[in-house]
């Protein structure tokens, strides 16, 4: 596993000197790089059971008017409005009940003038009926009924198209298909969906001194744990993680492991071994390649990276690369900063950062200059006491959780950005961005926050 | 399906005179029966590719020490310091290179005075180096290698244990493994995880006017959406989902599905049939067996909804049930406010609760009194200007998102809270929350708003 130079007090800055300036791009440049690369997969169609979280690639339209037929919306009666004008507690009318719909059924039993049918919720309001009266208006009879109320025109009663018509978008393309949406779907009367699909994504790590976490080590050797924190990552973006673990620092078998997935997924991700030591093999096997670029980029951490493309041939697509650092930091911040929204593009999303929030600095730190920063922050909620609006009129400028809370940040680990201390990374539930021509971050500074968790 | 008296212009209030007052329970009043009923499942242990998003029920220890041992944070030379002082540009010291150290290696040669082992980043330092020159600073040799500074004390050298000492406590119960956790377990030695398990939920539609999303539909009968809609809000919690679909309104199929059920899930979601209709099937099951308690509920939508577990056995544990009204809208809302808090204490999370904001009433509605409303609403920010921070110093009062964004909101359907509409509740984002003793919400009010997507 390679160095990214990143390390806090690193001289890593003196690369700079021997790297042509022309080849380090800003974090802007290099997402701008990354985006451009990147389109939504093509659509494909999957059950409903199956399309929770997805992209819509289609409108959905519903196949019948909804609700399909004039039904009740309460349980109780289906009557004859001008039969029971005038009806009361005081002035009671009893009727014959000449049928007993139920929900489901498919009878229609026509009244005529004096008749009442008993009906339940959903069930198809029957010819003639013009209204309906809720059962807690009625004695409940089942031969004769009692009612004591005189309904309003058209009460309780749900009209065939009220909800949507026959043809209209019930979804439109674009649409994320959280849950009531799905529900819209089934109620529009479409068993499947046409939709994005989850990116598959290949998760390596890169490393002779990389053992499975459990597995005993000797001198030398430490776990894994850069492929659970990106195939978890890879998760948490929606994307479906193919964890391939430790490859040790082979560029035959790096080689041979990276053909082998190029037919089988969408996107492979690599951590570790793109820097400029002797045994970086990640950038070894790909650089001759010539569809993946390594280049500096002005960020801490993760200023080593290289993005591209596995060659594609003329029946397989080369699957997107991203060869990350080794440093878990680094992977956690490249991840975040550009794998992530590229994951979520590939699934059609037009939302492709992450939420941020602007914080308090409680605790300051440093940052490089020229570089943007990154530092895993832990960011906590203080809720004040809740003030009283001084205006209860709609105000444009109100910010509407004025009064309510405010962030603070502090730095989750005395290493800083650049540690590589998984255990600190652990418990940063944010990420505060330092724009590149700050260098001092100080207590009570506001920053903006990148939210992870 | 049974009406759940929740239509907007229903007489559904009329019903509370027909209930002994004592059985309403406000929505406070019913969640804390709910959450008193629930604890964390019995912990499993799983595998770490298994363990994302679910929360630990040990803490979580180092095997070994943290780095397990001294190794080098950059690709370079390990060296003995005092061979090197006044190296510089102008000054540079050329020394024999002695071995060839890469990541993973477990070779330790031992280093005398004048000579240096070039070194990997993650290689383990040989006894007698105690500094690192990183390769910027050399002509890369490997025979002999130039040196042209001098490294400060210790220069690039990870300690061993400097993370955590073997024992260390690297994760505590009760955290939710977020991508970084899973990764902080791994790096700590460890491939399973003590956690709460995932609840298995099982979620059926009853109703006879109930088929098949895509099948064809007669004169009565509908599109099954509710269990499409449960199901992926079960997933959305975090809960695994057991689908089961349409039963008809025959107690002798739903008392046989619910019996097959219970050694299978630990939470039963039924919606549907809990009213006071001929043929509220779910009321008809369950009442009779004492384990499941029926009784409004002071909200609007939702009112008529029971709580309670199928009977245990001596070998099998009654599951959790949850009655829900028929009515989309107001299986949704029961779902949010009841179910999904209960489906997280179940996972062990802390944080039971949906994310709230403080919004502007964009378009006002009317609420019942006496009743708690959840209001399908569309949420919208709207970015100011952002403001200069007026000060720049630490202020404890200072809303850290003051002159960023504000929240709007209207109602999501024309049909308002208590709407049948399953397509207006596609669109909503939040759920309004009118306390019990407002009826009117007004343009330009502030208001509380869960975000459920």
Redesign the interface.
Known sequence: ???D?D?PH???D??DA?TPAASARTVSEQLAVVLGSVAPLPPVRVE??AA??LVLAEDVLTV?D????DN????GYAVIRSDLLGASVLNPITLPVVA?L???????PRLVPGQVA?I?????IPDGADAIV????TDQGTDLVTIV?APAVAA?V?RAG???HAGDR??AAG??????????????????VLVHPAPRVAVIST????V????P??????????S??????V??AGGIPV?IGAV??DENVLRAVLAELAGTVDVIVLSGGV?????DVVKAVLKPLGTVHFGPVKMQPGKPQGFGHWPATDTVPGPLIFALP?N?VSA?VSFEVFVRPALRRLLGHTTLHRRT??????DGWNSPPGRAQYMPVIVTYRT?IQRA?AD????A????????????VRPASRGGSGS???????Q??GLAHVPEDTTHIR????ITVML??
Chains 1, 2 share one sequence.
Do not use: K
Request: aromatic share 2%; hydrophobic share 35%.
């Open positions: 596993m390679a160095n130079h390390h690193s001289q890593a003196r690369a021997c409903l059971d929770r979280g019948t909804t609700p399909p037929f009740s919306a309460m349980d007993d139920a929900a489901g059924t498919a009878d229609n008993r339940m919720t959903g069930a198809p809720p059962i807690e208006d109320a309780h749900r009220e909800d949507a019930v979804l649409s994320v298909l959280w849950p009531a949406r799905v529900a819209a779907a089934a109620s529009a009367g479409t068993s499947t490393g002779s001194e990389l499975t976490p459990g597995s080590t000797r001198r030398g050797q430490i776990p894994d744990s850069n659970f924190l990106l195939s978890a990552a998760a948490d964890r040790p620092d820097s400029v030591g002797a045994y080794g878990p956690h929030v602007t914080a308090t600095v409680a004040d609006p209860n009129t709609r105000a400028g109100t910010d509407a959780s004025a009064g309510s809370t405010h962030a603070e590589h201390l998984v255990a600190g990374l652990a940063a539930n207590g009570g500074d506001l992870t968790s």
